[in-house]
C-alpha cells in the first residue's frame, strides 16, 4: 500500500485527509455518496427532512421557471434546466465566475417518499420542491392508556 | 485578520475592479459568483444571490469599497433537519474596491431571481470620445 518513496509528510496528510472524510461523512451522511458533487457545482442543492416528508431546494438563479423538469422516480429526483446569461459582445470583461448553460442534478432521496406527492415552486432564485412521506412510514403517536 | 488584494489596474481609463478575501473570518459566509464587464458608459457587477429577497439586500458604498450583502430568507420549517447541505451558511458577502473615475454616487441596483446587478456609470468627461479626424 506504501510505495517506497513515500515521505513520514504524505503519509500523515493521507491520514488527515480520510479523517476529515469521516468527520462530514457522520456530519451529512450523503457527502460521501456516489452522486455527491464538488462544492461550486451549479446548482447547490440542500435537503431538509421533516417527519412529514423532506423538502429540496435547488440554489437556481435567474433561471426560466419554464425550463426546469423535475421527475421523482421511486426516491431518485432529478431536476434539470438550463440557464441563459445575457451577454454583452461590446463589454470587456473581467470576471465570469457565473454559470451557464445546461445542468443536471440527482438526488436520492430516502426510500419512504411518495411520488405522487410532490409540489415545485420557484422564488427569489430558488427552486424548492417538497415531496411527502408515504402515510405508513410516518412516525405515530403511540398513546398510553 | 484580512488581507486584500487589488488585481486588476488597467493603464489609462483606470478601470480598478479588486476583489477582497476574507481570510479566517470567524463567520462563515458565502461568496457569491460574480460576472464584471466594462462598457464604455460604466461597469457592471452581477452576482449570484439565490433566496436573498429584496428586504434582505444591502449594497452599499463603504469609502472606496463596494459591498455586497444579503441573507438567504427561506424560512426553515419546525422540525427540519438537515439531509444533506451544499449551501452552509445564509450570509452573502463580498466586498470590491472601486476606482475613483466612477460615479459612485449615482449607482444602480436591481435584484431578480436570485440576480444582483449593479452598475456603476463612469464619470461622463472619463467616457471614450471619439476624436474625429479632419483631413
Do not use: C
Not at chain 1, 30 to 58: E, K, M
Not at chain 2, 40 to 56: N, S
Request: without cysteine.
Amino acid at each position: 500500500m506504501f510505495s517506497y518513496f513515500e515521505t513520514p509528510l504524505l503519509a500523515e496528510f493521507r491520514r488527515m485527509e480520510q479523517e476529515f472524510d469521516d468527520l462530514f461523512e457522520t456530519w451529512a451522511p450523503w457527502s460521501g455518496g456516489i452522486r455527491s458533487l464538488p462544492s461550486g457545482t451549479f446548482p447547490a442543492v440542500n435537503v431538509g427532512s421533516t417527519p412529514d416528508g423532506l423538502t429540496v431546494y435547488v440554489f437556481a438563479p435567474a433561471v426560466d421557471p419554464k425550463s426546469f423538469e423535475v421527475s421523482l422516480q421511486e426516491n431518485v429526483l432529478s431536476v434539470s434546466g438550463k440557464r441563459e446569461l445575457a451577454t454583452e459582445m461590446e463589454a470587456t470583461f473581467y470576471r465570469q465566475e457565473r454559470f451557464g448553460g445546461t445542468f443536471r442534478r440527482i438526488v436520492t432521496l430516502p426510500e419512504d417518499v411518495d411520488p405522487d406527492k410532490v409540489e415545485a415552486t420557484y422564488r427569489d432564485g430558488i427552486l424548492q420542491i417538497s415531496v411527502r412521506r408515504r402515510e405508513s412510514a410516518k412516525p405515530r403517536q403511540i398513546e398510553i392508556h | 485578520m484580512s488581507t486584500e488584494t487589488q488585481v486588476t489596474q488597467s493603464k489609462g481609463n483606470g478601470s480598478a475592479v479588486a476583489d477582497s478575501r476574507r481570510a479566517g473570518a470567524s463567520e462563515s459566509v458565502l461568496r457569491p459568483p460574480v460576472d464584471i464587464y466594462e462598457t464604455a458608459e460604466g461597469i457592471t457587477l452581477q452576482a449570484d444571490m439565490p433566496g436573498v429577497a429584496k428586504d434582505r439586500l444591502n449594497v452599499r458604498v463603504e469609502g472606496n469599497n463596494l459591498l455586497v450583502e444579503g441573507s438567504i430568507g427561506v424560512a426553515p420549517q419546525e422540525q427540519m433537519t438537515a439531509l444533506y447541505a451544499d449551501v452552509r451558511s445564509t450570509v452573502y458577502r463580498r466586498r470590491f474596491a472601486l476606482s475613483n473615475e466612477l460615479q459612485t454616487d449615482q449607482i444602480d441596483a436591481r435584484l431578480k431571481d436570485g440576480v444582483l446587478t449593479v452598475t456603476i456609470p463612469k464619470r461622463a468627461e472619463l467616457r471614450p470620445r471619439r476624436i474625429e479626424i479632419k483631413s
